[in-house]
């Protein structure tokens, strides 16, 4: 079940974005970090996408719990463990509409 599409939608947009092709320059940090950049740039215009993080010696971590509990699947679909990111071929909208209503 997705608890939380926009951030779904966010993740998804990311990565289709930044790294269509699943190409290596584009690796679990760098998602890490874009994620957290977009987090809070959207929290100035009053969209909260509830990025589940922690911080680090060296930055932000999505975590993997929480991540699983808004979004209904595993980081490692997107992001696995020290590797590049995965290709995103499509981006699910299923219940932006209703998000965006209510912002």
């Given at each position: 079940?997705?608890?939380?599409?926009?951030?779904?939608f966010?993740?998804?947009?990311?990565?289709?974005?930044?790294?269509?092709?699943?190409?290596?320059?584009?690796?679990t940090?760098?998602?890490?970090?874009?994620?957290?950049?977009?987090?809070k740039?959207?929290?100035?215009?009053?969209?909260?996408?509830?990025?589940?993080?922690?911080?680090?010696?060296?930055?932000?971590?999505?975590?993997?719990?929480?991540?699983r509990?808004?979004?209904g699947?595993s980081?490692n679909?997107?992001?696995?463990p020290r590797?590049?990111?995965?290709?995103i071929?499509?981006?699910?909208?299923?219940?932006?509409?209703?998000?965006?209503?209510?912002l």
């Open positions: 079940m997705i608890r939380n599409p926009l951030l779904k966010t993740v998804e947009t990311l990565l289709r974005q930044a790294n269509p092709n699943g190409e290596e320059y584009f690796r940090t760098h998602f890490n970090k874009l994620i957290f950049i977009i987090y740039k959207l929290l100035v215009h009053n969209i909260d996408i509830k990025l589940p993080y922690s911080w680090y010696r060296f930055g932000t971590l999505v975590e993997e719990n929480g991540f509990q808004e979004v699947a980081l679909v997107y992001a696995p590797s590049a990111t995965r290709p071929y499509s981006i699910s909208n299923a219940g932006i509409s209703s998000v965006m209503n209510q």
